[in-house]
């Protein structure tokens, strides 16, 4: 998901890279959504809802070159009768900040109860 941060995500790094105030750090784990409509820079993608669904926690690796990946598999099981396009990342305040969105390469049909995977290294966070 190159350049793909919101303008949430965008004004907190630029705010932290310039020294300005004190921008607060997205509240851990970090959760992965999946969405039927892809989101914008200001408006979030509509996520799936039903079955066992449920956002999933994004463990990530170290960055290397200015970009960094899941670093574990990511299953979201039990799913409801979807079309998946996108992807969104959340932080886990109480009001979540969504902070990262993106399309998938290519869209995933998924039968209710079936498990959707991205697996390990598949979802990359880069800035450029």
């Given at each position: 998901m190159a350049d793909n941060l919101t303008n949430t995500a965008e004004n907190l790094m630029l705010d932290w890279i310039n020294g300005v105030g004190t921008p607060t750090r997205p509240t851990t784990p970090l959760k992965v959504a999946l969405v039927t409509v892809n989101g914008?820079?200001?408006t979030a993608g509509t996520e799936a809802t039903g079955g066992s669904y449920a956002r999933q926690?994004?463990?990530?690796?170290a960055a290397v070159g200015g970009a960094t990946s899941n670093s574990a598999d990511l299953s979201f099981t039990?799913?409801?009768a979807a079309t998946v396009v996108g992807v969104e990342v959340?932080?886990?305040a109480g009001g979540p900040?969504?902070?990262w969105y993106g399309?998938?390469?290519v869209p995933r049909t998924?039968?209710?109860g079936d498990?959707?995977?991205l697996t390990a290294g598949s979802l990359t966070l880069s800035l450029a």
């Open positions: 914008t820079d200001t926690n994004l463990a990530v690796a039990g799913m409801p959340w932080d886990s900040v969504r902070l399309p998938l390469s998924v039968d209710a498990e959707l995977r």
